[in-house]
């Protein structure tokens, strides 16, 4: 189902690397992000200083919010999930859509009778360590997996973010999240062999 991405309502948990800079992206292309959610305090108090303080800091928002984002690490986000319906913070009604690489929508079948819909938006890119808000999705491919009636709706949010939309295969989500894993990360590590190596020459 497409829809005017401007006019959807948006919740983001977890403002680490990923997170942090989605919000800010989604908030420059016209996307409402209603309110953020992080266990760190720091992190939030960061985020409204950064000129978005009309963005509300409160997990009991994200109810109210048309689609979810959930920015943590893979091995978190079910149990992230669990946390925020258990304390009501997202709801039969609540669409999420997680930003992991290794698994499609189908790492939440297990909570479908509990949510509306869900589904996976990854950034094909490395974050640093502090990424700021200076990082652009631009040109960025997007791997995604959803429900039907969600898919054309994330097509629109990334390319509104200036980034390329790339629909994931569930069959095909392990080798993609391989790929992403060798060139983002092994590229960095061959660097640094190759810096001890020069080093070892003297030069």
Not at 122 to 138: E, L
Not at 159 to 187: C, D, M, Q, W
Request: charged residues 25%; contains cysteine.
């Amino acid at each position: 189902m497409k829809r005017n991405v401007t006019k959807i309502s948006t919740g983001i948990v977890g403002l680490g690397r990923v997170g942090m800079v989605l919000a800010t992206r989604l908030l420059e292309s016209g996307v409402q992000v209603k309110t953020v959610w992080d266990i760190s305090r720091e992190r939030m108090t960061r985020f409204r200083k950064d000129t978005h303080k009309k963005v509300k800091c409160s997990a009991k928002e994200l109810e109210r919010c048309d689609l979810v984002f959930i920015c943590v690490p893979d091995s978190l986000i079910v149990s992230v999930v669990k946390d925020l319906l258990n304390s009501n913070c997202v709801s039969e009604h609540s669409i999420l859509v997680h930003t992991g690489g290794m698994h499609g929508p189908e790492l939440l079948d297990s909570l479908r009778g509990r949510i509306a819909g869900c589904g996976a938006m990854h950034p094909y890119m490395s974050f640093p360590a502090d990424p700021g808000h200076a990082m652009s999705f631009k040109d960025v491919g997007f791997g995604i997996s959803a429900d039907p009636e969600l898919l054309e709706t994330l097509e629109e949010i990334v390319h509104g973010l200036g980034g390329i939309p790339v629909e994931i295969p569930p069959e095909k989500r392990t080798l993609y999240h391989l790929a992403a894993v060798v060139s983002s990360n092994f590229s960095v590590f061959l660097e640094i062999i190759a810096d001890i190596v020069l080093q070892k020459t003297g030069l």
